[in-house]
């Protein structure tokens, strides 16, 4: 089941036949996949921050933007650049360094973790071994950082929202480690790439929901307490603590939280489309299309299909979830720092400890349904 | 070149990450204006004076649940490279996997009721 193209192969074969040694090739390709990460993960964020206003709005029988380009579209581009040219204002009370530190340690584990993220066969920045661990462990810095900003503010709102950010995302962290561990145990790997792969085979009906029900509500559920969504945005309570950890920030610091928050709700996304819906598979089996159009599966059009509807359908789901995540976070009141707490603790982790032995014991009785 | 490989792509996405605010903060420093102090300097506190600092010393409600957190962070860690290697390891690996979660269990058990797991 090797299709897809190999874009780093024929890139550095061309660049081989400019002339160049194959180690040159390598390092002028080594940014290329990277950059244009980022640029899909910002561009992502202008989509979503777009698509929250919108959908607010209409939530709220308004209009929302209209104004900055058709329908609005230019307005989270028109946001950016106000806050880039915003005064910074570092409170005279405050600990400078860490107060700068704090959203810095915010952003960058969250672009980071775009490093496993799939959207094809090959296109990914790097297969590395351990794949999710890798993020679950990028994911545990983040708090940190809240911690710092909130602590470094001396502003009691502050300090109150970066210990609840804190307590929130470590008390759902091991729910969420758990869930992913079901499907690691499906898979016998730790590699998005295999992840994915494992539920190939049968299109929609072979994908991890089925295998995983109980694994995909914690996992969103999690991942949505992760990112301090409604009804999880305990840390950010506008009516008890202003703003939270975010209380002091303004200008391009407070941009930068609202920039990781925004990338880390489109990665929990992805996530979940990688983890239980798929990644890029079709939800009708790639073999079945070829056998209805007659073509053998490694045609030229079967291949080029492939890998253009890989991409199409991981931001397609992904893009579905994040409009699960904003429709929830207008719709839902926000829950008591003591439910939260009871939530994550007295429910999710049973919870995910059962799903995780029954998983093991079943794949031990069915080993054909459950990865061998 | 690298002992890892593929992870030379972390270390290089690692740069252009940490980039990505340095450059942005910079910019904001040459662009944004600045100089002006007084008022604005003050501590957020809904429009009154602040009373006091942030930085005192009060019961942190939290602390039981990092604890509580420590042991199940470790637990997972423990657990990945058994689920890894399940397949090849069969029905004893499932049987001691048991065993340990059993214990943990038991450990959240009394944590609970020891009421390490209350908010109040």
Known sequence: MEYGLDLEYS?????????????IAHIIWLPLPMLLVLVAAVVGVLVTVWLERKISAAAQQR???EYAGALGVLQPIADGLKLLVKEDIIPAKADGILFTAGPILVLVPVILSWLIVPFGQNLLISNVGIGIF?????????????????????NKYSLLGGLRAAAQSISYEIPLALSVLAIVLMTNSLS???????????????WNIWRQPVGFIVFWICALAECERLPFDLPEAEEELVAG???EYAGMKFALFYLGSYINLILSALLVSILYLGGWG???PVELIAKFLNLPINAPFIQVFTASIGIVMTVLKAYLLVFIAILLRWTTPRVRIDQLLDLGWKFLLPISLANLLITAGLKLAFPQFFGG | MFLLTGYEYFLGFLLI???????????????????????RKLTYESGMEPIGGAWIQFNIRYYMFALVFVIFDVETVFLYPWAVAFNRLGLLAFIEALIFIAILVIALAYAWRKGALEWS
């Not at chain 1, 998005?192 to 072979?206: C, E, K, P, R």
């Open chain 1, 11 to 23: 890139f550095n074969e061309f660049l081989k036949g400019l002339g160049l040694s194959s180690e």
């Open chain 1, 63 to 65: 209009i929302g933007p």
């Open chain 1, 134 to 154: 890798l993020w679950i462990a990028l994911s545990s810095i983040q708090p940190i950082g809240l911690l710092m900003s909130g602590y470094a503010s001396n």
């Open chain 1, 192 to 206: 998005t790439i295999d992840i994915v792969n494992q539920q190939s085979g049968a299109g929609i009906l072979s």
């Open chain 1, 245 to 247: 950890y975010q209380t």
């Open chain 1, 282 to 284: 079709f939800p009708i």
């Open chain 2, 17 to 39: 990450a940490a980039a990505v605010p340095v450059l942005a903060l910079v910019t904001n420093l040459i662009v944004a204006p600045k100089g002006r102090t007084g008022e």
